[in-house]
């Protein structure tokens, strides 16, 4: 069983439990919040994913953990869960997985932008609108910075890549030319 799909089984059984008790928004919270501790102290995701250490080890650093965050008693089983069957080092591909399926559930695509200089909100919500027009719902846009871009810039929304930056087009003409075509 590869890790892709060790992830999507229990995203989805959690995603199945919140939908069950109302909760959806917030389990997806709490994996965000687990990730967010685990971004600032990654000693301890090498703690708890490493059975070179006893479990029992693990266990307490987990409850200790538990303990500060206090996340719902669902999400704080589902934690236990993970280690107990030795899956809590797939916790970032959890996730990831429950946060594409949350978006499902709430009709949203998410789109990664990248532009040469910083966006005003104006451009950022024509765009937006641009976008949801494409993907046919609600997009949520991620903006980045690329100053290689020299200008324009290039979205991507799951595997559709548009891309009308400046770099693009004078690669494209590059080619073109050592192809012979504008001789």
Do not use: C, H, W
């Not at 799909?5 to 008790?21: F, P, Q, S």
């Not at 650093?61 to 934690?79: C, E, H, Q, R």
């Not at 990664?112 to 024509?126: G, M, N, Y």
């Amino acid at each position: 069983m590869t890790n892709s799909i060790v992830a999507k089984r229990y995203a989805k059984a959690l995603l199945e439990l919140g939908r069950d008790d109302g909760n959806i928004e917030k389990y997806g919270q709490e994996l965000t919040d687990l990730i967010g501790l685990l971004d600032q102290a990654p000693e301890l995701e090498q703690v708890l994913s490493n059975p070179g250490f006893e479990l029992d080890d693990r266990k307490a650093v987990l409850t200790k953990i538990l303990d500060k965050m206090g996340p719902s008693p669902m999400v704080a089983n589902f934690y236990k869960l993970l280690m107990d069957r030795g899956r809590i080092g797939e916790i970032r591909g959890i996730q990831t997985v429950y946060t594409k399926l949350l978006d499902e559930a709430r009709g949203i695509t998410r789109a990664e932008v990248t532009s040469a200089s910083a966006l005003k909100d104006e451009e950022i919500q024509k765009l937006k609108d641009s976008l949801k027009a494409v993907a046919g719902r609600d997009v949520q846009i991620e903006v980045k910075e690329d100053p290689s871009l020299i200008g324009g810039l290039k979205a991507r929304i799951g595997d559709l890549v548009l891309d009308g930056s400046v770099k693009s087009q004078l690669e494209s003409l590059k080619d073109s030319l050592r192809r012979g075509e504008y001789a």
